[in-house]
């Protein structure tokens, strides 16, 4: 696969200084994640400094770093792509709580009152996808797609973000396969909205969920 990602650094100087880059930011966002999971400010901080900086790298090449209106391939292909995609995390989902349940362990249940999915919509649908794009897969693979190449890259990206689900206390498999599949959607499309656009609705339908959980878990009796 090619891709335009981490392509166009200004000098072979500027590349290696992204590399650094892209290790100095996980480092440090998981110092942040492992001290307080749910903290933004430091993390919004450091996704926005990590991306100025990469823009100096690139000369301000928008396009080299994913900011394009539209996946090259148009938005068309990638719904179908989507589904398919949602349908295997799903089966994941299912085997995990499967194989979780068949080792004695209880399935936890996650619900959310109706008066907190305003601010709940906000962070999971917006504030968090925006960020952990811009670290997990702007960063990330425009610091290492150059010296790696495409698949290296994903696999990359893929780990480090099912990591951070580890460290959230969601260790659960799905979330390893969407940061695969959110890797490889930024690198194919060279546009960092559709895995935003992605991970937002991914968010959104774990919020919905946990609603009617609530509703279940209120209603009873």
Not at 70 to 98: M, Y
Not at 147 to 172: D, E, K, M, Q, W
Not at 205 to 210: R, W, Y
């Amino acid at each position: 696969m090619q891709s335009a990602i981490g392509q166009r650094f200004k000098s072979p100087r500027a590349q290696r200084v992204a590399a650094a880059l892209g290790i100095v930011t996980i480092a440090a966002d998981a110092v942040f994640v492992t001290h307080s999971p749910y903290e933004q400010s430091n993390r919004l901080a450091l996704a926005l400094a990590a991306f100025a900086i990469l823009v100096g790298l690139t000369g301000g090449d928008l396009s080299s770093i994913g900011l394009r209106a539209t996946p090259k391939q148009g938005w068309r292909p990638w719904i179908r792509t989507s589904i398919i995609i949602a349908l295997i995390v799903a089966v994941c989902i299912v085997v995990g709580l499967g194989a979780w349940r068949l080792t004695g362990h209880e399935i936890p249940i996650f619900s959310v009152s109706p008066a907190q999915i305003v601010p709940r919509f906000l962070h999971s649908c917006f504030v968090y996808p925006v960020m952990e794009e811009t670290i997990y897969r702007v960063v990330v693979c425009v610091s290492l797609a150059g010296a790696l190449g495409c698949r290296p890259t994903i696999a990359a990206s893929g780990l480090l973000f099912g990591a951070l689900h580890v460290a959230y206390g969601n260790p659960s498999p799905e979330n390893l396969v969407g940061g695969f599949f959110l890797a490889w959607a930024y690198m194919k499309s060279e546009s960092v909205l559709l895995p935003v656009l992605l991970h937002s609705i991914g968010n959104a339908i774990v919020l919905a969920s946990h609603v009617v959980a609530w509703y279940v878990l209120n209603t009873r009796g």
